[in-house]
């Protein structure tokens, strides 16, 4: 079975501070994501990486940078935490090509800053 | 951008009715239409997914609808049970790119199926 794994299921940080999300995925697959959920407003995407050391912008990057320096692993960066980005932060990795866009989800990382 | 409109947010059945939820997008463009189901503690996952060449999809009690015209797809649950107590998400994409065909994803519905 497909794994995504998030290894952080709850962090609680300070405002200002740097904070670094991981997420592996066992399946060797190209395509990674990071979404954010809130109530109300769904899962937005943060950013996404179709390969090694390559990135792009999702609909809401601001305040976020992201590194994927192996395959496996694609790392979400929050550069100083606001009070703003308390979220639940989901990782995704992409499944299939050519019209199947299937994605396998972490069971996510809630983080809360004080 | 795409945009997907979801609802109800909360939706509220007995054991044993049917539930229905509704989306609609605004790119006429997007092809792929899938639903995810988000339990408690857990990440979202994928239970039946529409491509735009078909109108209808089954599997046993879940099925989905896709109105290309009207640009709005739904998703059915027939026979409920407590077990289908979750969030469930709509989304929609466009084409395969090659790079990273981005999912679009409505805001969700709670589901609460009672005893």
């Known amino acids: 079975d497909v794994k995504v794994t998030q290894s952080s299921r709850y962090l609680v940080k300070r405002t200002g501070e740097k904070v670094f999300l991981e997420c592996v995925q066992d399946?060797?697959?190209?395509?990674m994501f990071w979404y954010r959920q809130d109530p109300g407003l769904g899962l937005r995407l943060i950013y996404f990486?179709?390969?090694?050391?390559?990135?792009e912008k999702g609909d809401i990057p601001e305040g976020y940078s992201v590194s994927r320096e192996k395959k496996e692993r694609f790392s979400l960066i929050l550069e100083s935490a606001s009070t703003n980005q308390t979220s639940m932060y989901l990782c995704?990795?992409?499944?299939?090509?050519?019209?199947?866009?299937?994605?396998?989800f972490g069971a996510g990382s809630r983080l809360t800053v004080l | 951008g795409e945009n997907v409109e979801q609802h109800p947010s909360t939706l509220s059945v007995q054991e044993g009715d049917s539930a229905v939820i509704k989306c609609t997008y605004s790119?006429?463009?997007?092809?792929?239409f899938p639903w995810y189901k988000q339990e408690l503690g857990k990440g979202p996952q994928l239970i039946i997914d529409?491509?735009?060449?078909?109108g209808e999809k089954k599997d046993q009690r879940i099925a989905v609808t896709l109105n290309k015209t009207a640009k709005h797809f739904s998703l059915h649950i027939t026979e409920t049970q407590p077990e289908d107590s979750a969030v469930y998400f709509c989304?929609?994409?466009?084409?395969?790119?090659?790079?990273?065909?981005?999912?679009?994803f409505g805001t969700g519905t709670r589901l609460q199926v009672t005893l």
């Open positions: 995704a990795s992409l499944t299939g090509s050519s019209g199947a866009n299937v994605l396998t």
């Open positions: 989304a929609a994409s466009g084409d395969w790119t090659g790079t990273a065909s981005k999912l679009t």
């Open positions: 990486s179709y390969d090694v050391k390559m990135k």
């Open positions: 399946m060797d697959h190209e395509n």
């Open positions: 790119d006429s463009a997007s092809n792929y």
């Open positions: 529409i491509r735009s060449n078909v």
